[in-house]
């Protein structure tokens, strides 16, 4: 980040100090390529439209794919397959099938995804304190000429 004369500042040359759960960095808030691409590839999975909310769902126990379904509104079963498998795969959550029949599988957070619980939490909060100002904000902005 840069100031208007051009001068690279850090998130500390703005706040004073880095603001909470932000690195400290000592000469600018510039990330190297690396850290760039894990922090983009680590937005792509938690920061789509389902995933937090899956995420969320299963903070307190471990769900069939039924009730997933029945508690994440809106979420068809394709997309809750493919969030499923994507979180299975980043080792977000697990995948226990039991050998009964009918088949019977349930997912539950890993330790790694019990990590996100209280951001996902955060973010839900803030989501739905702020929406109705989001959208009076937004209805104002497209009212312009």
Not at 22 to 31: G, I, K, M, Q, V
Not at 42 to 57: Q, Y
Not at 116 to 135: K, M, Q, V
């Given at each position: 980040?840069?100031?208007?004369?051009?001068?690279?500042?850090?998130?500390?040359h703005?706040?004073?100090?880095a603001?909470?759960?932000?690195?400290?960095y000592?000469?600018?808030?510039?990330l190297d390529?690396?850290?760039?691409?894990?922090?983009?590839?680590?937005?792509?999975?938690v920061?789509d439209?389902?995933?937090?909310?899956?995420?969320?769902?299963?903070?307190n126990?471990?769900l069939r794919?039924?009730?997933?379904?029945?508690?994440?509104?809106?979420i068809?079963?394709?997309?809750?397959?493919?969030?499923?498998?994507?979180l299975e795969?980043d080792?977000?959550i697990?995948?226990?099938?039991?050998?009964?029949?009918?088949p019977?599988?349930?997912?539950?957070l890993?330790?790694?995804?019990?990590?996100l619980?209280?951001?996902a939490?955060?973010?839900?909060?803030?989501?739905i304190?702020?929406?109705?100002t989001i959208e009076k904000?937004?209805?104002?902005?497209?009212?312009?000429p």
């Amino acid at each position: 980040m840069t100031d208007a004369k051009g001068t690279s500042m850090s998130l500390t040359h703005i706040h004073g100090s880095a603001p909470a759960g932000f690195p400290d960095y000592e000469s600018s808030c510039s990330l190297d390529e690396d850290d760039g691409r894990a922090i983009r590839d680590v937005l792509d999975r938690v920061g789509d439209k389902w995933s937090l909310l899956t995420i969320a769902t299963l903070r307190n126990d471990r769900l069939r794919f039924s009730e997933l379904l029945r508690h994440i509104p809106g979420i068809s079963q394709r997309m809750l397959t493919l969030t499923l498998r994507q979180l299975e795969r980043d080792g977000l959550i697990s995948r226990t099938a039991h050998a009964e029949v009918p088949p019977r599988v349930e997912y539950e957070l890993t330790d790694l995804g019990r990590t996100l619980i209280t951001i996902a939490r955060t973010i839900g909060d803030w989501a739905i304190e702020n929406h109705s100002t989001i959208e009076k904000s937004r209805a104002q902005y497209d009212a312009r000429p």
